[in-house]
């Protein structure tokens, strides 16, 4: 069961354009949403998270925006840069019988062309 | 300032085999948690741990287990490794409260 969904696989953006990566989520009971980049052989990286009580959260060129009534949240990158260029993997933040469980998608791969 | 540290980064095992794996959080950090990272898939989580306890499991076999030690480092371990536990080993830290979990560099495991 796929609780936390990345539909677009993919995704290729001019430098200096908006990236948008989109996420849905079936778990109504998710406090927090997160966004993660990750590089080839690193880790992820936290990038911006949102509480589920907020519908906008911005830090510089990330935004990161909450539709509870659409169980949809999406990651603005403007503009976006050639550095940029990640994979992106949205996660979700619910109780789970007393502790904190970390549910991830399945990833966005971003490539920014200059 | 170290931060989530893993080792190895790679390793090698022969089906059958058990391996373990090793994370050392950010210091002050007393929450770990252990993913597992398939190809082309999201971090699925396996296990997290607090104050030495076990306060989560994901859905893994019985082969899988884990442990934390006094000083919050933790260790993971697999035993009779299958092909399909091949995968990138994630250890992630965070503080009480924290939201945004650390995550380490991960040990990438082949099994043959």
């Known amino acids: 069961d796929q609780q936390v969904k990345q539909n677009s696989p993919s995704l290729s953006v001019q430098e200096g354009r908006i990236s948008i990566l989109n996420c849905d989520y079936t778990?109504?009971?998710?406090?927090?949403f997160l966004w993660y980049k990750k590089y080839p052989a690193e880790g992820p990286t936290f990038l911006i998270s949102?509480?589920?009580?907020?519908d906008k959260n911005e830090d510089g060129r990330f935004t990161v925006f909450l539709n509870k009534s659409a169980k949809h949240l999406s990651l603005h990158i403007v503009p976006s840069q050639p550095g940029d260029s990640a994979v992106y993997f949205c996660?979700?933040?619910?109780?789970?019988?007393?502790?904190?469980?970390?549910?991830f998608g399945t990833g966005t791969k971003l490539q920014v062309i200059p | 300032d170290a931060g989530v540290t893993q080792s190895p980064t790679h390793l090698i095992k022969t089906r059958g085999q058990h391996v373990t794996l090793r994370c050392s959080p950010i210091?002050?950090?007393?929450?770990v948690s252990w993913y597992q990272q398939v190809l082309g898939q999201g971090p699925q989580f396996i296990f997290q741990y607090y104050e030495k306890e076990e306060r989560g499991r994901g859905n893994f076999p019985d082969r899988f287990s884990a442990r934390q030690f006094p000083n919050y480092s933790s260790e993971l371990n697999v035993n009779a490794l299958l092909l399909g536990d091949s995968a990138l080993y994630l250890c992630a830290s965070s503080l009480p409260g924290q939201t945004g979990y650390t995550f380490g560099s991960g040990t990438r495991l082949t099994v043959v």
């Open positions: 210091s002050g950090h007393k929450s």
């Open positions: 778990n109504s009971m998710f406090d927090y």
């Open positions: 996660a979700a933040i619910g109780d789970s019988g007393g502790y904190q469980k970390v549910t």
């Open positions: 949102i509480s589920s009580i907020k």
